[in-house]
């Protein structure tokens, strides 16, 4: 991105992340939920705040399709508007990350460029991409929004999964079977991750 902002000089916080995360008795973090439609993204990410909240952490949820109505309200669904949208998260959730709280995102980001730049804005460590992987004919099944219906009929364009590519992850920090673990399951292998990285203490 071409930034357009000038004469503008960055300013040095005296209060710093570490000196959050202290306060906040653990480490931030960023966790990227990512898979199809229907795959089970935001489910997940919701049922691991409220697991993270039960332990007073500081949390907080962007979804796909809350962000839609503020944030990127002015956004379509053509490539361009996609990767702008992506690039928005991302940058409010490094911003997250520097307030010291562990923020999990629930968006398709089909895309592995755009995972990949998120990633990169961020140190070494603080994005740990979560791939929720489950089968295209599960999550038509599930279609609670009817949106595969639609894009199977032609109503909606550049559908991701029919008329849209999705690049899955090819080394994501933890891959989950939607399709195939129960939601707890699903939420002890993300808590256990983030244990295992010191993000978190659960005991």
């Known amino acids: 991105m071409d930034k357009q902002s ?7 916080a005296t209060v710093t992340r570490s000196r959050r995360e202290a306060l906040n008795g653990h480490k931030s973090a ?27 952490c500081r949390t907080f949820v962007l979804d796909g399709d809350n962000v839609r109505h503020g944030l990127c309200g002015d956004l379509g669904f053509s490539h361009q508007d996609r990767q702008e ?3 928005r998260i991302a940058e409010v959730a490094k911003l997250m990350l520097e307030s010291g709280t562990i ?3 629930a968006f398709i980001s089909p895309f592995r460029a755009e995972r990949q730049q ?9 994005f740990i991409e979560i791939y929720c992987c489950c ?23 550049l559908f991701t999964g029919i008329s849209s590519p999705y690049e899955a992850p090819e080394n994501p920090d933890l891959k989950i ?18 244990e295992r990285r010191g993000v978190i203490r659960m005991s």
């Open 30 to 56: 960023i966790l990227w939920f990512t898979g199809l439609s229907g795959a089970g993204k935001s489910t997940l990410a919701h049922a691991v705040e409220e697991r993270l909240h039960r332990l007073n």
């Open 135 to 157: 089968d295209l004919d599960i999550c038509e099944q599930r279609d609670v929004k009817g949106l595969y219906k639609k894009a199977r009929q032609g109503e909606i364009k």
């Open 85 to 87: 949208n992506i690039r």
């Open 6 to 12: 000038t004469n503008t000089v960055w300013h040095h």
């Open 103 to 105: 923020a999990l995102t």
């Open 118 to 126: 998120a990633r990169n804005l961020v140190p070494h460590g603080d």
């Open 177 to 194: 079977d939607t399709d195939a673990n129960d939601l707890a399951t699903c939420v002890d292998q993300v808590m256990s991750l983030l």
